[in-house]
């Protein structure tokens, strides 16, 4: 499991807690590592802590801040596991949630997507509207990408099969936050299968990214990814 953490401190222990005891509670091998992305506050003593007494628990420090996709990234290339789950550290998705992405991986799925949007009555999402609005023109426009189906492309739940993780996190360029759409658009080109779970989510206050100046942030790294992979011709296919 991959947990990237920028000032974090506060929000991320509680979180650290919650997964450290539901993986101790499956009895399996598991690893967590906690990507520090240049934190100017008590992120890294915070994991630190938790490494002392969780020997699964793994701190990836970043000199400075690099931006989500970089450190998303850095975290997943040090993984080692079969499956890898990328989670935001504010505990938004209650880690229990995997169990409904690993189902879609047992069934054949490549890539598994949480999703905010797709409607399920099995579901309770908390989402501020102002967050919800922006979130579905934001994904209006990066359909038109190349990213498929998928409804919600920014949700930062997702399951990998590890092969898939190395060859998609090994040309992964975006920094930002924008990275998602270019780990679909990818994923797309390479032929693996992506599914989209709807899971349970909340917002939580202290959110890192702002619509009026992350907004046309994100849509320029899409947009400068489609120009890159648009560069590279004829896409390679996976093969399993």
Same mark, same amino acid.
């Given at each position: 499991?991959?947990? /990237?953490?920028?000032?974090?401190?506060?929000?991320?222990?509680?979180?650290?807690?919650?997964?450290?005891?539901?993986?101790?509670?499956?009895?399996? /091998?598991?690893?967590?590592?906690?990507?520090?992305?240049?934190?100017?506050?008590?992120?890294?003593?915070?994991?630190?802590?938790?490494?002392?007494?969780?020997?699964?628990?793994?701190?990836?420090?970043?000199?400075?801040?690099?931006?989500?996709?970089?450190?998303?990234?850095?975290?997943?290339?040090?993984?080692?596991?079969?499956?890898?789950?990328?989670?935001?550290?504010?505990?938004?998705? /209650?880690?229990?949630?995997?169990?409904?992405?690993?189902?879609?991986?047992?069934?054949?799925?490549?890539?598994?997507?949480?999703?905010?949007?797709? /409607?399920?009555?099995?579901?309770?999402?908390?989402?501020?509207?102002?967050?919800?609005?922006?979130?579905?023109?934001?994904?209006?426009?990066?359909?038109?990408?190349?990213?498929?189906?998928?409804?919600?492309?920014?949700?930062?739940?997702?399951?990998?099969?590890?092969?898939?993780?190395?060859?998609?996190?090994?040309?992964?360029?975006?920094?930002?936050?924008?990275?998602?759409?270019?780990?679909?658009?990818?994923?797309?080109?390479?032929?693996?299968?992506?599914?989209?779970?709807?899971?349970?989510?909340?917002?939580?206050?202290?959110?890192?990214?702002?619509?009026?100046?992350?907004?046309?942030?994100?849509?320029?790294?899409?947009?400068?990814?489609?120009?890159?992979?648009?560069?590279?011709?004829?896409?390679?296919?996976?093969?399993?």
């Amino acid at each position: 499991m991959v947990i /990237p953490a920028y000032n974090e401190a506060q929000r991320l222990p509680a979180y650290l807690s919650e997964v450290v005891a539901y993986f101790d509670g499956r009895g399996e /091998p598991y690893e967590v590592i906690v990507v520090d992305d240049g934190s100017a506050d008590e992120t890294a003593a915070r994991v630190l802590e938790a490494q002392a007494i969780h020997q699964a628990v793994t701190l990836h420090r970043l000199a400075e801040n690099r931006g989500k996709g970089f450190a998303v990234r850095a975290g997943m290339r040090a993984a080692r596991g079969d499956l890898r789950l990328m989670a935001d550290a504010d505990g938004a998705t /209650p880690i229990a949630e995997v169990k409904r992405l690993e189902t879609v991986i047992e069934a054949g799925a490549d890539l598994a997507v949480g999703s905010r949007a797709l /409607p399920d009555p099995s579901v309770r999402r908390e989402v501020h509207i102002h967050r919800k609005l922006s979130g579905e023109i934001f994904n209006f426009f990066v359909r038109r990408m190349g990213v498929g189906d998928v409804t919600d492309t920014q949700c930062g739940f997702k399951l990998f099969r590890g092969t898939v993780a190395e060859a998609l996190f090994g040309e992964l360029e975006t920094t930002g936050f924008g990275f998602d759409v270019e780990l679909l658009m990818l994923a797309r080109r390479r032929g693996y299968r992506v599914i989209e779970v709807a899971i349970n989510w909340a917002d939580q206050p202290g959110s890192k990214v702002d619509v009026l100046r992350d907004g046309p942030r994100m849509l320029a790294q899409v947009v400068r990814a489609r120009v890159r992979l648009n560069r590279r011709g004829r896409p390679a296919i996976h093969q399993l």
